[in-house]
């Protein structure tokens, strides 16, 4: 440990030692000084031949004969008595203040010097922590290693700067204070130097078991803090088998462990305190008794005796002082070592930080990865990869088929780096893989494995982490810019021309998209956006009816009713500020209520609230609390639905209070006739809600203006996200995104929404994002680097089978030319790959070369019984009540497709499934030589179902040979009514049993007669 501080400060030391020299003699006349005061001012031995004066501050030469004898310098300045007193105060006040001063500037110079090594020592620790093997890193615990840099380390700089003048500074002052007792008298001192000895000798002997309690104490709360960390980040396995009280009991045992620890502690340091304060005391017993016996026999005066016992005075503080740090310098050397041990810190090399992007070295274009004698062991002894020998080309594309914690995913990951080989080596193009900079194997190779790693930042700074570089000629808070030409981008510019690329590939650019839609501007900002907002909305308009889906949104119209929009979002048209206008909220909200009995509009509201309230208690009453259906598509909560119950009992009964009023009214604030399709309002009520529109505006203008941002075509609106400022009106269907998405771009204003989305926060590892998104942001983090290899291992299974293959796709698309290395379990000699690597458990099994190789328009019908009756002569809901109809019903989705348009195609995802309302269509597989139809569909059949219950990729198309009235039952409803309902689930199955064979015959006959091949 005084190697590594001196080597890294030895400088600054050697200073702090000179002032220290420095100090002794000025802290020797601080204690010289009162003997004179005593002897020469106060008993008068200066002025017994001087008479009433005498000479102050007079300087001599001692010098011998040879010399000329004794010389004077200066004769001093004549005082008299009362005057030399003062003077000689003012000397000793002067001296305490210059040894003052000496303690501030070393002290000061000590503290910069301990948190200037300090800062040293944690940076190289974390450069020891990058520098170390995977596979060690994995045996630390993040939170123990956050705990031993930040913490544990804390005790050794504050040591730093004690380490060598500290003991050079107490030594001096100590052997200053003994050298003056022993020249005033001989036993005195001997005295004070066999107490000090005492103390050297008892002290440290008694604090050995304290440092081992030390010890001890580090040990557990290293351990405690690691427990505690563990629970953090496994909390949802804790709540998901309701282990927390083992979790407790065990943090409350590491509790009471530390505190037996901590409560021994205590009693050995304050018994050795008390043995010191003990020997502290007896020393001046002994020069009161002792001192005055020589004082009184006449062998020492009273100005020498005071002197003493002053000069003692100072002395056990620097004495105590030493033996502490003596004892401090035992547990931080303890602590040093723990700390080097478990970091190898002296072996570490050194992190080159802020090495420049021209100066990484760059492998060679072509050339082999060759491995020869590949072992890999893990650290329980089993064998991971035994003893590969094999030789892949560089720009090629490798498939190494087997699992992740197989031979192939092992490869993988010793071609990534993400651990080390036990033996053998493993070059690319001729150079060692473990001998590259880390700059360089940072810019040339990229890795992506099964689990991802996010930071905990925004998506734009986790994607384009590996474009960070140091920039001593850039000012940034952060310590670090991005730098495009790693993307191979010219300026900042390009760089998010290739961002928005890379999200493409990834499959992240629609997600992203649609968080820059849900994002706020500010209107003050200068954003294209807000200024061209008029002539967006109007772009985003025409787009949509030029593509036919001008119903999918609604414009917003001062003088229209929203019939996509609630009844309260029609009343405020706007977007609330203040949460007492928020959803039901707003039925409480005294100007709305206001508002509302001035049009006579109470009473028509409470009337929709109770059938909306009579029909949600009718359809949810055989749903289980908790369930999906109820956060979907009720309007009332589980718990609440007694309390509704109630309500309309007391209404029927005539006795309802203005609670209960106000209960059903926010009920029918959230109705959108629509979507609802409930028939609760005509075009009379929402005349009247349009007058009340008015009303509330013309009256919150002036009363709650702040409260509310009313919408106005002409301007952006503030409060409300940039779809809804973007699309102006309610929407009926999501697809309105890609068409926002295809206007913005012709604008040239798509660029903003991206940017916007990427500055959504990912969470502390992601948790703010699906298990998907992290993957995908791992893909584009590497791809954007654009790597010379690329390594994929067991990357895409957080994607469904389908979006897999499409984004390993987009990848070899995009990797064309360059090197790509795909794990994979599923992966097969087909797929087109350069080389097939197969696998089986560690071993190499073999090495083949590859061989040669919509959505249509929401009708805006209004829902009438024929759905219920639909369903019912559909053969699987055969068996359900009138309630769960109006439930499927309701939570289901009205659509319609033209002739020639295709409800799904073969290998899509499946999604929904469609029951017939009118029309016919066919379904068609594809037989290898072109489509073969199947079988046709009419009125009350159902589609699709299938895929929905075996979540495989869709069997088959369906076109529609007719104009298409259908009603579309999303998956997850469907799958839950299923799971509610077991005899829908047996009326499926038998459905499914009987198409299949029905399917199987018909394509038979069909290939016999080659009648069913459409042309």
């Known amino acids: 440990m005084f190697d590594y501080i001196w080597r890294n400060s030895r400088r600054e030391q050697i200073w702090i030692l000179c002032f220290v020299v420095l100090s002794f003699p000025f802290y020797y006349f601080s204690l010289d000084v009162p003997r004179y005061i005593i002897t020469d001012a106060l008993q008068g031995r200066a002025f017994a031949e001087a008479g009433e004066t005498a000479r102050l501050f007079r300087v001599a030469l001692p010098l011998p004969d040879w010399l000329g004898g004794p010389r ?46 300090l800062q040293r020592l944690r940076l190289d620790l974390f450069s020891a922590v990058l520098n ?39 030594a001096g002052q100590a052997l200053t204070a003994i050298a003056f007792i022993l020249l005033q008298n001989l036993a005195l001192g001997l005295i004070a130097v066999g107490m000090i000895l005492l103390q050297g000798v008892l002290i440290p002997r008694l604090r050995r078991e304290q440092i081992r309690l030390g010890r001890q104490r580090q040990i557990a709360s290293r351990a405690f803090a690691g427990k505690v960390g563990e629970v953090v980040e496994t909390m949802a396995e804790v709540a998901n088998h309701g282990t927390s009280a083992v979790e407790k009991s065990q943090v409350a045992e590491r509790l009471e462990q530390l505190f037996g620890i901590r409560y021994r502690l205590y009693g050995r340091k304050f018994a050795v305190k008390a043995l010191n304060n003990l020997l502290a005391q007896v020393t001046p017993f002994l020069f009161y008794a002792v001192g005055g016996y020589f004082a009184l026999a006449g062998r020492l005066d009273l100005g020498q005796l005071v002197a003493v016992i002053a000069a003692y005075r100072d002395l056990p503080s620097p004495v105590k002082e030493l033996i502490d740090w003596d004892q401090q310098r035992l547990d931080v050397e303890a602590k040093f070592q723990q700390v080097v041990e478990q970091f190898s810190l002296i072996a570490a090399a050194p992190v080159e930080a802020g090495a420049d992007a021209e100066n990484a070295v760059r492998l060679p274009e072509t050339g082999e990865i060759v491995a020869r004698g590949l072992s890999v062991v893990n650290p329980a002894g089993d064998l991971l990869l035994d003893r590969i020998s094999l030789s892949l080309p560089l720009q090629r594309h490798i498939a190494l088929s087997g699992g992740a914690s197989e031979g192939a995913g092992i490869l993988a990951q010793l071609l990534g780096g993400a651990i080390a080989p036990s033996e053998g080596s493993l070059t690319i193009a001729g150079l060692a893989l473990s001998a590259l900079p880390a700059e360089a194997r940072g810019r040339a190779i990229a890795y992506v494995g099964p689990e991802p790693v996010i930071l905990d930042a925004s998506l734009r700074d986790n994607i384009l982490y590996g474009l960070r570089r140091v920039s001593p000629e850039v000012v940034n808070p952060a310590g670090w810019t991005i730098d495009p030409r790693r993307a191979h981008a010219a300026n900042e510019a390009e760089l998010e021309l290739k961002l928005v690329e890379v999200l493409r590939i990834a499959g992240l650019a629609d997600p992203v998209f649609r968080f820059g839609l849900a994002s706020k501007l500010d209107p003050a ?18 787009r949509l009816i030029e593509s036919g889906a001008g119903a999918v949104v609604e414009p917003y119209d001062p003088a229209r009713y929203a019939r996509n929009a609630t009844i309260g979002e029609n009343i405020l048209f706007g977007v609330p500020v203040d949460p007492a206008l928020l959803g039901a909220n707003l039925a409480g909200h005294a100007l709305t209520r206001q508002v509302l009995a001035d049009l006579g509009l109470t009473e028509t509201l409470t009337w929709i609230g109770r059938r909306i309230a009579a029909t949600m208690l009718e359809i949810f009453r055989d749903i289980a609390p908790g369930h999906v259906l109820f956060e979907q598509y009720s309007f009332i909560a589980a718990e609440d639905f007694e309390e509704y119950r109630d309500a309309l009992t007391r209404v029927e009964a005539g006795t309802a209070g203005e609670a209960d009023r106000a209960r059903l009214i926010g009920l029918s604030l959230l109705y959108v006739e629509p979507r609802h399709r409930l028939g609760l309002l005509d075009e009379a009520v929402e005349e009247r809600i349009l007058a009340a529109r008015a009303a509330f505006r013309k009256r919150a203008s002036t009363e709650s203006a702040h409260a509310i941002a009313f919408y106005d075509p002409e301007h952006y609106c503030p409060a409300a996200p940039l779809r809804e400022n973007l699309l102006f009106g309610p929407v009926a269907h999501a697809a309105a995104d890609e068409v926002i998405r295809d206007a913005l771009a012709e604008l040239g204003l798509d660029g903003e929404i991206y940017r916007r989305g990427l500055e959504q926060p990912a969470g502390y590892a992601g948790r703010l994002l699906f298990p998907v998104m992290k993957a995908q942001i791992a893909l584009a983090r590497c791809l954007i680097k654009q790597p ?28 064309a030319g360059r090197s790509l290395v795909v794990a994979g379990r599923e992966l097969k000699l087909g797929d087109g790959y350069d080389l097939h690597i197969a696998f089986e458990g560690p071993r190499l099994a073999a090495v083949r070369p590859a061989a040669a190789e919509g959505q249509a328009p929401v009708a805006e019908e209004r829902a009438d019984n024929d759905e219920i009756r639909v369903l019912r002569r559909v053969p699987i809901f055969a068996g359900l009540d ?23 195609r073969q290998g899509d995802e499946s999604d929904a499934a469609y029951v017939l309302l009118s029309g016919t269509a066919d379904v068609v597989i594809d037989a290898g030589d072109g489509p073969l139809r199947v079988s046709q569909v009419a009125q009350n059949a159902i589609v699709g179902e299938m895929g929905l219950v075996t979540d495989d990729p869709r069997s088959a198309s369906v076109v529609a040979t007719s104009e298409i009235e259908a009603l579309r039952l999303r998956k997850d409803v469907f799958l839950a009514l299923l799971a509610e309902f077991p005899q829908m689930a047996l009326s499926v199955t038998r459905l ?19 009648s069913g091949r459409s042309v």
Not at 147 to 170: C, H, M, N, R, S
Not at 525 to 542: F, G, L, M, S
Not at 793 to 815: C, P, S, V, Y
């Open 788 to 815: 010379q290899l690329l390594i994929l291992d067991n990357a895409l299974g957080a994607f469904g089978r389908t979006e897999a293959r499409q984004i390993l796709g987009r990848i070899r698309a995009a990797m």
């Open 72 to 117: 004077t310098l200066f004769e001093g300045i004549g005082l008299d008595r009362l005057s030399y007193l003062f003077a000689l105060c003012g000397l000793f006040l002067l001296l305490v203040l210059i040894n003052g001063a000496f303690k501030y500037v070393i002290n000061m110079r000590k503290g910069a010097l301990g948190e200037r090594l």
């Open 882 to 904: 009138t309630a769960r109809l109006k439930l499927l019903a309701f939570t289901a989705e009205r659509t319609v497709f033209a002739a020639g348009d295709v409800l799904f």
């Open 992 to 1010: 499914m049993v009987k198409r299949l064979r029905d399917n199987a015959a018909s394509a038979g006959q069909q290939e016999r007669s080659g």
């Open 525 to 542: 900002t200068p954003a294209d956006i807000v200024r061209r907002i008029p002539e967006i909305r109007a772009r985003i308009r025409d």
């Open 132 to 170: 170390t093997r995977p596979e060690a890193l994995r045996r630390i615990r993040p939170s123990e290693a956050a705990t031993i840099i930040k913490d544990e380390v804390e005790p050794i700089g504050g040591f730093v700067g004690d380490a060598f003048v500290q003991p050079v500074l107490l």
